[in-house]
């Protein structure tokens, strides 16, 4: 698997920010978002990276993991609020003005970037898609909270908000923009009703988006389905295989994949 790391000074958030590609395709890029204060490089040690390489290496994924500054923001006791809501401010422009026209340099303008991350991670790839489907193609979002409340420790601005999918999309009433979202093939809220792991955020957002008309697919996993990295390296891998190689999705190809990864992984276990 081709794999190389680049970084640059990022002029919207004043420092050197890494990421790392994975693969040389260019139908798909998978924009990943790390969780909690981990780096761009969690997925690969975490092995996510390699459930999804077969179709990395197949040319039909090229995957693109980026830095987060979630330690400078939200999940910083010791920054103001007003600090942690501009940062964040901040690394969503990073990540239109600076991430994406380095992907389409890679890719070609054509390329189809679906956004993906899990837990907060999932929140930041949510979010980055809906604020802005003129330039991504879905989002795989797993095991999120969907309301930025649940991280701003009662402090609420403009930021916030317009961070904070349940709350803007629950008053988007803009057809043009909303039509943008409803054109999308490719938007997954995943979770597993297991240990520490929250399915009634999923159901929110889900149930703003059924308000609003717009297509998803909610799959929630079963109570044996943990909040943990073989959770979701499954579930992503279960995604792409629907992407690359279905055109409709229902509940028997979701019922498929599952049980055949299942049986690859006990064939596995067993030799």
């Known amino acids: 698997m081709h ?3 680049h970084k640059w000074f990022s002029t919207n958030l004043n420092k050197d920010m890494e990421i790392v ?21 969690e997925y690969e040690r975490f092995h ?28 910083n006791d ?20 600076e991430v994406v026209p380095f992907i389409k340099t890679l890719c070609g ?3 189809q970037i679906i956004t993906t ?5 999932a929140l930041h790839a949510a979010n ?18 969907y309301d930025l409340k649940d991280y701003s420790k009662g402090y609420y601005d403009e930021n916030v908000y317009f961070n904070s999918p349940v709350d803007y999309l629950s008053n988007l009433n803009d057809e043009n923009l909303l039509n943008r ?10 979770t597993g009703q297991g240990s520490y792991e929250n399915p009634e955020a999923s159901r929110n957002l889900s149930n703003v988006l059924n308000a609003k008309g717009i297509n998803h697919e909610l799959d929630l996993w079963g109570y044996d389905i943990p909040h943990d990295w073989p959770s979701c390296a499954k579930c992503c891998l279960i995604l792409l295989i629907l992407n690359c190689n279905r055109k409709k999705h229902s509940s028997d190809d979701w019922l498929w994949c599952q049980v055949n990864l299942t049986a690859e992984a006990s064939a596995k276990a067993v030799t």
Request: charged fraction near 20%.
């Open 181 to 190: 979202i409803r054109e999308k093939k490719h938007i997954y809220i995943t």
């Open 78 to 97: 010791e920054n103001h609020p007003e600090y942690k809501s501009e940062r964040h401010r901040q690394f969503n422009d990073y990540v239109v003005s």
């Open 117 to 121: 991350g899990a837990s907060f991670g």
């Open 109 to 111: 303008e054509g390329v």
């Open 3 to 5: 794999r190389e790391i």
């Open 21 to 41: 590609v994975y693969g040389t395709g260019n139908q798909y890029a998978l924009l990943m978002f790390p969780t909690a204060a981990a780096d761009f490089l």
């Open 128 to 145: 980055t898609f809906f604020r802005r489907p003129d330039l991504f193609d879905g989002t795989i979002a797993m095991s999120g909270s």
């Open 48 to 75: 996510l990276i390699e459930s999804i390489m077969p179709y990395i290496n197949n040319g039909k994924v090229r995957a693109f993991s980026i830095n987060s500054i979630n330690n400078e923001s939200w999940l």
